[in-house]
């Protein structure tokens, strides 16, 4: 006989977890007892938020469940922010919370928490055991629909006095999951649509990808048939951006010549990403519910599958195997194929080339020095704000980059996916992005890394502003200004608080050699780059902006 936290923590590792993330609780120490005797580490956050990010982006980067462990109550409600990104990322993760007993269920005891109630609507499953011997049975379940169809957040309540019950230990073997196959003849019916169509356009994005090497296979595929190839929010790092194919992303701010593109398009072929908000320009970009352009939609999930738009051709498939699949087939292009591809990359590949930005430090000359030093498989990282266009527009992503970035648009998220990503690879050099604003809402968890010794660079782009709701006031009520205005603490002062090499970057040319000096410091990095509020986007300036409207 054995406690529901030593059956929980025996469940997890037949599972094959080797870490879990989170803040200790009152209210689930038969876990914290059980994890002391097991080979699973336990890397303790300094706050719940923090911990979250952290394993939604560990689910994101590696494809198996991110696990977080938080106490009742506050830490719930602390962590949801990380629930949240995971539904909206399509990240698989299991959050475990510690709840109150169950004889007290009702009658609002200390923090007590509805918790079917409160994540129902950005988790993809949530559930409570309420008996130890249910225990193996309910993980296992939680693995397999956080990994099927869209991968998403499974939340888990754990009653405190059912994790002390005892029962049998009857723990199931590790998980393996059956991925939606190609349905006969989809992969060639999808060939010759394509190349009857005259404007063509490839979207690739989402979760539950795997190993990617569908997307390596219809890359090149994509540059035989001239078939324009882009990305969906926060997903660059999916497609070898120096492939010829690739012609940038269909995201925030959406580049002019992407937007022409999938406006103009004649048929686009969507893989593995649902038709959001963000890839549909505000859902301006497409008809309601039938577009004028005809649509391939494939997905890992029926449920995504004329969700918002009827798709011509809806393809129930992994979408790896589905690309793999159309990587088979041949279609020969024509020259106006051609032609057009040639233009849109050119286009794109134009888009580095910026006129000088306003301020003392030059982001395009800093993300020159970036892209040239960076390691080929060197992982990014970033919160949400204006700051985050430069890695994701200013940074060519190769085959081996990987960019863990909250397409919730989620603040703070940059410094614990950095953290995540260094726990899972300490040899990988890390690079998170911040912003000011952004970097102060989970800056605590530089504690975790250095507790841990799991050391990212951060470079803080500090503008004195929340950069990007200043962009809208300044757009919608010029000169009206309020409540944007940071006041900043010393950043290089918290860095050697924390052990980090630090430095404050107030001139371009200081950048290169504190980069290197970044790159080679065995103890991690912090370098405040102080930029000015008009330097908002990189190609127009907040004076560009202002009373625009647009």
């Avoid at 993760?93 to 109150?100: A, E, R, S």
């Avoid at 993809?124 to 309420?130: A, F, L, P, R, S």
């Avoid at 090497?213 to 190839?229: C, D, F, K, Q």
């Avoid at 996916?417 to 809402?441: E, I, N, R, Y």
């Amino acid at each position: 006989m054995k406690t529901g936290g030593e059956i929980l923590v025996e469940a997890l590792a037949a599972q094959g977890v080797a870490t879990a993330f989170g803040v200790p609780g009152e209210s689930y120490l038969a876990v914290l007892d059980a994890l002391h005797d097991s080979d699973i580490q336990f890397i303790l956050c300094r706050q719940e938020g923090g911990a979250a990010f952290a394993a939604e982006a560990w689910g994101k980067l590696t494809g198996e469940p991110g696990i977080c462990f938080v106490t009742r109550g506050p830490g719930a409600t602390n962590a949801s922010i990380g629930v949240h990104t995971a539904m909206q990322d399509s990240s698989p993760m299991i959050l475990f919370v510690g709840q109150i007993a169950r004889e007290m269920r009702g009658r609002e005891a200390f923090q007590e928490i509805d918790y079917r109630a409160m994540f129902g609507t950005v988790a993809k499953w949530v559930t409570e055991v309420d008996s130890a011997d249910r225990m193996a049975e309910i993980v296992a379940r939680a693995f397999r629909i956080a990994l099927s169809g869209r991968p998403g957040p499974v939340v888990v309540a754990l009653p405190e006095d059912m994790l002390r019950d005892e029962a049998e230990a009857i723990v199931a073997p590790r998980l393996q999951i059956s991925c939606p196959g190609v349905p006969k003849g989809a992969a060639g019916q999808t060939a010759e649509m394509l190349a009857a169509a005259e404007r063509p356009a490839i979207l690739i994005g989402g979760g539950g990808w795997g190993s990617r090497i569908g997307i390596s296979a219809l890359t090149e595929w994509a540059e035989r048939a001239a078939i324009p190839l882009s990305v969906t929010f926060r997903c660059q790092d999916m497609v070898d951006n120096n492939a010829p194919a690739y012609v940038g992303d269909a995201g925030v701010g959406m580049p002019p010549h992407v937007r022409q593109m999938l406006d103009e398009a004649d048929l686009i072929l969507s893989i593995g990403h649902q038709f959001d908000e963000m890839m549909t320009d505000g859902y301006t970009l497409f008809d309601a519910p039938v577009p004028k352009q005809r649509i391939i939609h494939v997905h890992p999930s029926d449920d995504e599958l004329g969700a918002v738009y009827q798709p011509e051709l809806a393809i129930h498939a992994d979408p790896n195997a589905f690309a793999a699949a159309l990587a088979a087939t041949e279609i020969a292009p024509t020259n106006a194929k051609r032609d057009r591809l040639e233009e849109l990359r050119a286009t794109w590949e134009s888009s580095f080339d910026l006129a000088p930005q306003p301020g003392d430090v030059d982001m395009g000359e800093v993300m020159k020095d970036v892209r040239a030093k960076l390691p080929a498989d060197a992982i990014i990282t970033n919160g949400a704000g204006n700051f985050a266009i430069w890695p994701g527009r200013l940074f060519k992503y190769g085959p081996d980059h990987r960019l863990l970035g909250p397409q919730s648009g989620a603040m703070g998220a940059g410094v614990p996916a950095a953290l995540a990503a260094k726990v899972h690879d300490p040899s990988k050099t890390v690079l998170c992005f911040a912003g000011d604003g952004d970097f102060q809402m989970t800056c605590q968890e530089l504690g975790t890394a250095m507790q841990f010794d799991a050391r990212p660079i951060v470079l803080i782009l500090n503008n004195g502003a929340y950069g990007t709701i200043r962009m809208h006031q300044e757009r919608d009520y010029p000169d009206r200004i309020s409540a944007t205005e940071i006041h900043n603490p010393d950043f290089v002062k918290i860095g050697e608080a924390y052990g980090m090499h630090s430095e404050r970057i107030a001139t371009t040319d200081e950048f290169a050699d504190a980069f290197d000096r970044a790159l080679a410091s065995p103890t991690g990095a912090l370098l405040e780059l102080v930029i000015s509020v008009e330097s908002i986007t990189p190609k127009r300036t907040l004076s560009q902006i202002r009373g625009t409207g647009v």
